[in-house]
T-cell receptor, first 116, second 113 residues
Framework: GAVVSQHPSRVICKSGTSVKIECRSL??????MFWYRQFPKKSLMLMAT?????????EQGVEKDKFLINHASLTLSTLTVTSAHPEDSSFYIC????????????FGPGTRLTVT | KQEVTQIPAALSVPEGENLVLNCSFT??????LQWFRQDPGKGLTSLLL?????REQTSGRLNASLDKSSGRSTLYIAASQPGDSATYLC????????????FGTGTRLQVTL
């Protein structure tokens, strides 16, 4: 089956530093990847849509200069949280849409970010 | 703006019971609806996907139905097991939104021995 990985699974960083999270599709090509944020006991909220070779499309209220997204290849998208603050602490999940089966999205295992 | 609601928010049942989880959405113009399972601190596992033209999908002990006109979907779990304990999320892709999923609030299920 389609597998999506995320790295790291957990990260703790200090306020003011930047953190990069990777999302990889391991056995399929993903022209589109999505980045979600999930607060404790809440549902997932879409942050941005990442398209290979072009700029990401951000949802309303999401700061594009704070959450930098790069989708440089058909199997890798990265989310960089710049100048992180404690309120950025959250669970970040990516998903990838299979180029060959565009109706489905496959989700990564998530990254727990804690900013101290 | 599409809104997705799930009822109940939490549910506890004894092992062996059949149960139904509910999902409702405000805009019936959807492309598909998907049910996911999420274990604590983990990512999502897709359970069932129903296209807008379909009325139900089945996988093992799971059966999902879709009534697009009334904006409702149900997930039926037969003969529940402790391993079914997790949070169940439904999500819809609105027509013309390039596969963007809008998630429901989730139902936290606990199946007790």
């Amino acid at each position: 089956g389609a597998v999506v990985s995320q790295h790291p699974s957990r990260v703790i960083c200090k306020s003011g530093t930047s953190v990069k999270i990777e999302c990889r599709s391991l056995d399929f090509q993903a022209t589109t990847m999505f980045w979600y944020r999930q607060f404790p006991k809440k549902s997932l909220m879409l942050m941005a849509t990442s398209n290979e070779g072009s700029k990401a499309t951000y949802e309303q209220g999401v700061e594009k200069d704070k959450f930098l997204i790069n989708h440089a290849s058909l199997t890798l998208s990265t989310l960089t949280v710049t100048s992180a603050h404690p309120e950025d602490s959250s669970f970040y999940i990516c998903s990838a849409r299979d180029r060959g089966a565009p109706a489905e999205q496959y989700f990564g295992p998530g990254t727990r970010l804690t900013v101290t | 703006k599409q809104e997705v609601t799930q009822i109940p928010a939490a549910l506890s049942v004894p092992e062996g019971e059949n149960l139904v989880l509910n999902c409702s959405f405000t805009d019936s113009a959807i492309y598909n609806l998907q049910w996911f399972r999420q274990d604590p601190g983990k990512g999502l596992t897709s359970l069932l996907l129903i296209q807008s033209s379909q009325r139900e999908q089945t996988s093992g002990r799971l059966n999902a139905s879709l009534d697009k006109s009334s904006g409702r979907s149900t997930l039926y779990i037969a003969a529940s097991q402790p391993g079914d304990s997790a949070t169940y999320l439904c999500a819809v892709v609105a027509a013309g939104t390039a596969s963007k999923l809008t998630f429901g609030t989730g139902t936290r299920l606990q199946v007790t021995l």
